[in-house]
């Protein structure tokens, strides 16, 4: 099952199912106005997230297909037997306009690091330590705290440069969102923006690299277990687009990281309570040039197949 948010005029924040053919089922209700609240009904309910949203679904279902009043001069975002398609909703964020929200109002976001060697070999070389390739061999992963919603960004938004960094950097990450007993409920993707000149100055600046407004964009969509074959053998594009012209484009396997997501879960929740619906982001194996760092008005695409296209416009804080 694939879910996501997404705001309409007149209505605000929606749930919505993606069905295989891009149709959004939309799936809101008064118990669940947005994915957090969906988890949290379940776990409250002991039912699967399947058997949940299907009973919603006959609750709100109507015999017509969902229908709203486009705004003058808007093309309208319902183009298939009047239903809601998801490639409508894939547009900048505006109020007045059918747009994507993040797939989660997630509480807390964390990021992991160094779990790609690529990782641990490239920030060594820049580094006057080894300490990237210590932690990559550890017994111990590098976690460390990414993120609060009012810090997050859905597709299509903005994310941002640090005004006083001269290197900030993409870093497209796989991730996963956390149940009530920490356990895996979905996937999404994740872009783990950071001012890597600023991390690189001292380690004990990393909180001041991760952290900062449109630090963190997460999208498009809340992916279920169930649709994903194996976590560790997805591949994974980026590509960066200045002035409509692609300066970069990387790609990974998952296949590389170093950590089993359970191991990263287990030392994430160790005397640290977590909150259902957190977000986790399990570390990137793209890692942009030093001399290509991000620029206002820079295009970031990151792509896995089946997860959609987390798209982001960068912005000079």
Known sequence: MKLIQFHLPNLGKRVGIVTRENEVIDVTSDESPGVLEVLQLAYRERVSLGVLLADIQEQVSTPAPMRFSPVPGVEPA?????????????????????????????????????????????????????????????????????ATPARCVGPNGFIGIRSDSALTATEPELAYILGGDGDIVGYTLCNDVSAWDIER??????????????????????????EVDNPYELDMHCTVTRDEAVIYAGEVNTSQINWKFEQ?????????PVPLGTVVSTGTGILVPNDLPLA????????????????NPVRQL
């Open 78 to 146: 319902s183009t298939k037997d009047d239903g809601l398609m998801f490639e409508k909703l894939d547009v900048a964020p505006d109020e007045n306009v059918p747009h994507l929200l993040p797939p989660i109002d997630a509480p807390e976001v964390w990021g992991c690091g160094v779990t790609y060697k690529r990782s641990a070999d490239m920030r060594d070389d820049d580094s006057e330590q080894d300490i990237y390739s210590r932690v990559y061999h550890a017994d111990r992963p590098e976690i460390f705290f990414k």
């Open 201 to 226: 100055e001292n380690p004990l600046y990393l909180p001041q690299s991760k952290v900062f407004y449109g630090c963190c964009a997460l999208g498009p969509m809340f992916v279920t277990p169930s």
């Open 264 to 272: 990263l879960t287990e030392f994430l929740m160790r005397d640290n």
């Open 296 to 311: 206002a008005g820079d295009i970031v695409r990151i792509e896995i197949d089946g997860f959609g296209t987390l798209s």
